[in-house]
């Protein structure tokens, strides 16, 4: 049984031993503030570049989106369609298309180096059209994907009907790029790896305690750090240190670092400019 509290994933995910909790000062040169698959990306992959990371949760890793989605890898958007994104940013949508493009190859090639434990399936992501209309939509997209080089297929009906065992459906959009995750499994994996990687995990919850504990540990004052010259980061959006004191931090998450917030532990951290080429989604 699964409710909004208490994910199904955190019933297979397994048992894993809790990060301590941040008692005291330490010194990093990097703040990860949220432990979920941003966050545990973000400082996986910094630490890897050779940066000391400090990962800060304030509840359980994976507590929130992360531990409690549907684990599909989707290698396309719900939103708005590659010819919808250049026609609005220009030139600027061509990275991000490509980003959306290989991003699942990309999730699937990280599952293989590191060995993440996850129930990874590349078995492709296919999006079936209910009706005659939506086939003519998944045609257009399935389109729009091709010319910027994804390997989007068009189902008909008869290939959908073996695909999915079922007659209900007027065909699709595949992409075999696509596939599933258990993405609970797979905070905890990246966790696993972060941690092989030297990465500081601290979180303010037991183990796999799902359930909302409120108190939060972790905060920083977000005007002060401005202040301070510190990088702060919202909206998975980073901003770049200012001056020269101060530890970076980048807030992985919705918006985790939007309120006012005291600082009950601080982190102390030599300044540490962004890595060459900087960290992609910066302003
Ligand atoms: C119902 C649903 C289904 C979804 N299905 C899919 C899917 O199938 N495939 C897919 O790709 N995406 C899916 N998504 C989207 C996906 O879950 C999110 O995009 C993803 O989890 C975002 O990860 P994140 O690390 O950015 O944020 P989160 O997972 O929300 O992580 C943020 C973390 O920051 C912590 N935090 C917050 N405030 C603080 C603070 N002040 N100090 C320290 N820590 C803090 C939180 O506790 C949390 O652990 C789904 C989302 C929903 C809601």
Not at 116 to 123: G, I, K, M, R, S
Not at 183 to 197: D, F, G, I
Request: positive net charge; contains cysteine.
């Amino acid at each position: 049984m699964s409710d909004g509290q208490n994910p199904i994933w955190a019933q297979s995910a397994g048992k894993r031993q809790a990060a301590p909790k941040l008692r005291q000062d330490t010194s990093t040169e990097i703040v990860v503030i949220g432990g979920g698959l941003s966050g545990l990306s973000a400082a996986l992959h910094l630490a890897r570049s050779g940066r000391s990371v400090t990962l800060i949760e304030s509840r359980t890793l994976g507590w929130g989106g992360s531990g409690r989605n549907n684990g599909q890898v989707i290698p396309t958007l719900a939103a708005m369609e590659p010819d919808g994104m250049v026609k609005r940013y220009g030139d600027l949508a061509e990275p991000f298309i490509h980003l959306v493009r290989d991003s699942a190859d990309y999730l699937f090639d990280l599952v293989t180096k590191h060995n993440l434990q996850c129930d990874a399936a590349q078995t492709g992501w296919f999006q079936p059209a209910h009706n005659p209309d939506y086939l003519k939509l998944s045609e257009a997209r399935m389109m729009a994907w091709q010319k910027h080089g994804a390997p989007a297929e068009l189902l008909d009906k008869a290939a959908c009907d073996a695909l999915l065992g079922s007659t209900h459906w007027h065909g699709g959009m595949l992409n075999p790029t696509g596939g599933h995750i258990n993405p609970l499994k797979l905070v905890h994996e990246l966790a696993r790896v972060c941690a092989e990687n030297d990465v500081e995990i601290f979180e303010t919850n037991s183990g796999n305690a799902h359930r909302a504990q409120w108190r939060c540990l972790a905060r920083f004052n977000t005007k002060r750090s401005v202040d301070n010259g510190c990088g702060v980061a919202c909206h998975q959006r980073l901003y770049r240190p200012i001056g020269s004191a101060g530890p970076t931090l980048f807030c992985a998450g919705n918006g985790v670092a939007g309120r006012n917030q005291t600082a009950e532990c601080s982190a102390t951290a030599k300044h540490c400019p962004p890595p060459p080429g900087g960290f992609g989604y910066t302003r």
